[in-house]
């Protein structure tokens, strides 16, 4: 089968930087706690867990030993309690993520009320809400109902968002009347990238594969973006989860994947699809 792969795709820096660091803190440490998955692949938690990375979601299952702070970061009370615990931090959140926490703050010492748009429930999100007093979070339309929208607002954006939805957000947040808005754009380049070069390639082929983390959100927005642009699309963790019969009368295959997905995965699926005979 002709498969044709996004110019751009697979683990971003944020990712790498993350589990370089696991493996380099699990080299010098026996027994390594991550707060949360690492990052959303569950094969790389299964494989960083056999050699020494507990995964726990609360600190007060640690006692003692390393904390590793994953790409998505953590809340300052998440931080201090560690701190109080005397356990040794490795941070390996992402500089982006980081980058919309210190705006959060920013944008509050000079007074405006901060709006983050994005996901409420993801923990990147969590934890830039926990990271300047008062930020309010608009997933949807509907929550702007619920928010108290003062008169200056600092609009930011989770940073695996799309372009699309957060000019909708704020279109839609400036309609209920303000007297000074600032919106910072946070979005992350490398997960923008990724989507340019999934769309192109949706328009090129009869089926396409978002590869990655069910739970990870950029591969989630990728799928649904590629399933706008192409209705064959099919957001699967690797190869043993493909359906063969979704491919007969297919001639040409198009694979990409999510910030937080191993090369090895789509490299392998790659390789399976090409020579797969529909
Ligand atoms: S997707 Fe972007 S913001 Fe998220 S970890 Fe990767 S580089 Fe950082």
Redesign the pocket.
């Known amino acids: 089968m002709k498969v044709l792969v996004a110019e751009k795709c697979g683990f971003?820096?944020?990712?790498r930087n993350a589990i370089n660091l696991a493996k380099k803190t699990l080299e010098k440490n026996n027994v390594v706690y991550s707060l949360g998955p690492i990052i959303h692949n569950e094969d790389v938690v299964r494989q960083l867990a056999e050699t020494g990375l507990h995964t726990v979601s609360r600190i007060d299952e640690i006692d003692t030993g390393t904390v590793l702070i994953r790409?998505h970061g953590a809340t300052l009370a998440e931080l201090q309690e560690i701190h109080t615990k005397g356990l040794n931090v490795v941070d390996a959140t992402?500089i982006?993520?980081k980058r919309v926490q210190k705006i959060a703050c920013l944008l509050y010492d000079e007074g405006y009320h901060v709006i983050i748009v994005g996901d409420r429930n993801h923990p990147e999100v969590r934890a830039v809400v926990g990271s300047a007093p008062d930020v309010d979070v608009a997933g949807t339309e509907d929550d702007l109902s619920k928010i108290r929208l003062g008169k200056k607002l600092g609009i930011i954006c989770q940073?695996?968002q799309s372009p699309d939805y957060f000019v909708q957000m704020v279109a839609a947040i400036a309609r209920r009347g303000f007297s000074e808005i600032k919106v910072i754009n946070t979005l992350?380049r490398?997960?923008m990238e990724r989507q340019e070069a999934a769309v192109k390639l949706c328009r090129q082929v009869d089926i396409m594969f978002v590869l990655g983390g069910l739970h990870s959100a950029?591969t989630q927005k990728l799928a649904e973006l590629c399933k706008k642009h192409n209705p064959q699309t099919f957001h699967l963790q690797n190869w043993q989860e493909l359906d063969k019969c979704i491919l007969f009368g297919k001639q040409t295959a198009g694979v990409t994947a999510g910030?937080s997905t191993p090369d090895e995965v789509i490299d392998v699926f790659v390789q399976h699809l090409r020579a797969f005979e529909p």
């Open positions: 971003c820096p944020g990712v790409s992402c982006l993520v940073t695996t992350c490398e997960t950029n910030a």
